[in-house]
């Protein structure tokens, strides 16, 4: 009785590409929560850089917050789609309010 060996080559069902998307994720997942709990040494050159007052460069760090930390558990019971469309409706409304805000101040 003869055993037959057979060769077969593995390939990954993503092309390769599975490293890439994995270290890009743990990057983002590292620099994001170490930018926003590092927020108050960036605090002070928002002031300077943007002109802006105390009360409109901290609606940055909140939405970062809430954004980072309330999504993410969205997207645990919605399609990425979803999240996706109510993430950007957010952030549009969020940017035509601050638009009229600083016209305001002009």
Not at 47 to 53: C, M
Not at 55 to 68: E, H, V
Request: hydrophobic residues 45%; charged residues 20%.
């Amino acid at each position: 009785m003869t055993v037959k060996s057979v060769k077969t080559k593995l390939v990954p069902p993503d092309g390769g590409w599975g490293w890439v998307v994995l270290s890009s994720a743990l990057v983002v997942n590292f620099l994001i929560p170490g930018t926003v709990k590092s927020f108050g040494v960036l605090f002070v050159e928002f002031l300077h850089v943007f002109k802006a007052t105390s009360t409109a460069a901290s609606w940055m760090p909140a939405l970062c917050y809430f954004l980072y930390n309330s999504l993410d558990n969205i997207s645990l019971l919605k399609p990425f789609r979803e999240v996706k469309l109510i993430n950007s409706v957010s952030l549009y409304k969020y940017k035509k309010k601050n638009d009229k805000f600083q016209d305001k101040n002009k």
